[in-house]
């Protein structure tokens, strides 16, 4: 202890006294800035702590206007079921709008393969007037006529087949069309086989006269033809009496000066 209080040495007593302020100041300034250092942080973190995450305040977000209509409760696209399309029957035909276009109305029967002329719903469908043998009413042109030919897919056990003939007059001028069997002619033949001719409208008809009917200018008239589902024999030595069996068959029919119009159907089984 006496070193402490008299410091030994060869110099003065003085200088070691300095020497020792001067070092007890440094360690003195050394722990002001430990202590100085350690509060700055504290007081910093607390100052961050109590402000948001930015160093600016957030800016407030005006909402839009709301809007007036109404919600909309159905998704776009689609499309509806309810089309309008006939979708139980088949057919060609240069007028594809004309499929399924008649019910059908009365007329004159021919045993198997009666033809009836009748009116559709359609709006440019209208019901056919059958014209006596001497109307001067003149014929309508090939190019003035459009024929088609549609049937239902398939049919009953029970059921006769109806094949409709839906003729449209694009011309400007009324005319006529003869559908009579022996002139628009419908042949039946079974397909998958060896395409032998099951029926025929001109196989020895009971009323094998002409059938004319007027057809007004750009309006459509239907003409049906009922098969009784026998088949037929183009000798006419005796009545038909065998009848088709269930299968697919093909429909056709052909008019003077038109194109052929085919269609399929089904004899369906017990």
Not at 17 to 42: E, K, Q
Not at 71 to 92: F, V
Not at 219 to 231: A, G, S
Request: aromatic fraction near 4%; proline fraction near 9%; hydrophobic fraction near 30%.
């Amino acid at each position: 202890m006496g070193s402490l209080r008299n410091p030994i040495g060869p110099l003065p007593s003085s200088i070691y006294w300095r020497r020792r302020a001067v070092a007890l100041a440094l360690v003195a300034l050394l722990a002001l800035l430990i202590v100085w250092a350690v509060t700055s942080n504290g007081s910093k973190g607390n100052t961050d702590d109590s402000r948001s995450g930015g160093s600016s305040p957030a800016r407030s977000i005006t909402p839009g206007p709301t809007p007036s209509g109404p919600a909309i409760t159905q998704q776009p696209g689609g499309r509806d079921e309810s089309d309008g399309s006939d979708g139980g029957a088949t057919g060609t035909g240069s007028e594809g709008g004309a499929s399924g276009a008649g019910t059908g109305g009365t007329g004159a029967g021919s045993g198997p393969g009666t033809g009836t002329g009748g009116a559709g719903g359609d709006s440019g469908t209208t019901a056919a007037q059958q014209l006596p043998a001497n109307s001067p009413l003149p014929a309508c042109t090939p190019g003035a006529l459009q024929l088609s030919l549609n049937t239902e897919i398939s049919y009953a056990p029970d059921e006769k087949p109806k094949f409709r003939l839906v003729a449209r007059n694009t011309s400007s001028a009324d005319c006529k069309a003869d559908f009579g069997p022996k002139s628009t002619v419908l042949t039946i033949t079974e397909a998958g086989g060896d395409d032998s001719q099951v029926w025929s409208s001109k196989d020895c008809p009971r009323a094998s006269g002409s059938v004319l009917l007027r057809i007004p200018a750009g309006t459509t008239v239907v003409h049906t033809v009922e098969w009784d589902r026998k088949e037929s024999d183009a000798h006419c030595a005796t009545k038909p009496t065998r009848s088709a069996h269930p299968g697919t068959y093909l429909v056709e029919a052909k008019a003077p000066g038109e194109p052929v119009q085919r269609a399929s159907f089904v004899l369906a089984k017990d």
